[in-house]
């Protein structure tokens, strides 16, 4: 089987779900029976418990189910601890510089590519010590992603694209919509241009290129425009309209 790092080099479309605030083992285990590709926890807008985002991460790793989740802050220590219970990836906030990047992506991988250090026995490598072949193994599986969602980050797009370390460039919509003073408006000029920017530098670097879906029709548009990578939407999200179906069906069958 195919991992997430594999697909994502091969070109082939990734899809996966947003956990914000119903993170369970049940909720990593329904998002692999729906089909999802991966995970994506959100961590840096969220008050994670840490023993249950440890096991959940864990539940999927058990259910081909890998995870993708972004550190709270630039800060080595999280980022590592993140990887050491067993995330497929992580995805830096408010990339902004080749530097920030760079600096990241050490953190990620083990020397002599990066800085990374070796932990004991962890969901990295289902509670095995860890192994020269399974050091060698996670460098190259482990998946760094550059969110760039500010008119800084637009700005230097081909320095951070070209980054050694990078393998995806995500877009975070709403909040470079609003770096530019245009809040949420995707269709203003100044935003699809920056949006077109970050898409054809990441894809002149070779590099996977991502961004936030909601509905199947922003899927089909984004893969278009060359995306891969897609987020989607959240847990919350699916309940509420899954329930106001319901509802509004009830409605229309009193006629």
């Given at each position: 089987?195919?991992?997430?790092?594999e697909k994502?080099?091969?070109?082939q479309?990734?899809?996966?779900?947003?956990?914000?605030?119903f993170?369970?083992?049940?909720?990593?285990?329904?998002?692999?029976?729906?089909?999802?590709?991966?995970?994506?926890?959100?961590n840096?807008?969220?008050?994670?418990?840490?023993e249950?985002?440890?096991?959940?991460?864990?539940?999927?790793?058990?259910?081909?189910?890998?995870?993708?989740?972004?550190?709270?802050?630039?800060n080595?220590?999280?980022?590592?601890?993140?990887?050491?219970?067993?995330?497929?990836?992580?995805q830096?906030?408010?990339?902004?510089?080749r530097?920030?990047?760079?600096?990241?992506?050490?953190?990620?991988k083990?020397?002599?590519?990066?800085?990374?250090?070796?932990?004991?026995?962890?969901?990295?490598?289902?509670?095995?010590s860890m192994?020269?072949?399974?050091?060698?193994?996670?460098?190259?599986?482990?998946?760094?992603?550059?969110?760039?969602?500010?008119?800084?980050?637009?700005?230097?797009?081909?320095?951070?694209?070209?980054?050694?370390?990078?393998?995806?460039?995500?877009?975070?919509?709403g909040?470079?919509?609003?770096?530019?003073?245009?809040?949420?408006?995707?269709?203003?000029?100044?935003f699809?241009?920056?949006?077109?920017?970050?898409?054809?530098?990441?894809k002149?670097?070779?590099?996977?290129?991502?961004?936030?879906?909601?509905?199947?029709e922003?899927?089909?548009?984004?893969?278009?425009?060359?995306?891969?990578?897609i987020?989607?939407?959240?847990?919350?999200?699916?309940?509420?309209?899954?329930?106001?179906?319901?509802?509004?069906?009830?409605?229309?069958?009193?006629?």
């Open positions: 089987m195919k991992t997430l790092k994502i080099l091969n070109g479309v990734v899809i996966g779900g947003m956990i914000v605030h993170l369970r083992p049940a909720m990593m285990k329904i998002y692999a029976q729906c089909g999802f590709d991966f995970a994506y926890i959100e840096e807008h969220s008050m994670q418990n840490p249950t985002l440890s096991d959940c991460i864990v539940t999927g790793l058990d259910n081909n189910l890998p995870t993708i989740i972004k550190p709270g802050y630039f080595r220590g999280e980022t590592a601890r993140l990887l050491d219970t067993g995330a497929a990836g992580v830096l906030p408010q990339t902004e510089t530097s920030q990047i760079d600096k990241f992506g050490s953190w990620v083990y020397p002599p590519v990066g800085t990374r250090m070796v932990t004991c026995s962890s969901g990295l490598n289902n509670f095995k192994t020269l072949e399974a050091l060698t193994r996670q460098n190259d599986e482990t998946i760094v992603i550059a969110h760039v969602e500010t008119k800084l980050g637009v700005d230097n797009i081909e320095e951070i694209a070209a980054s050694e370390f990078v393998d995806v460039v995500f877009v975070g919509s909040d470079l919509s609003i770096s530019l003073g245009k809040p949420f408006d995707f269709d203003n000029p100044e699809i241009e920056c949006f077109e920017k970050v898409a054809s530098a990441t002149k670097a070779g590099k996977a290129f991502g961004a936030y879906a909601i509905t199947a922003n899927i089909a548009s984004f893969v278009e425009m060359g995306a891969t990578f987020e989607t939407t959240d847990e919350i999200t699916f309940i509420r309209s899954g329930t106001v179906k319901l509802f509004n069906d009830l409605k229309n069958s009193k006629g």
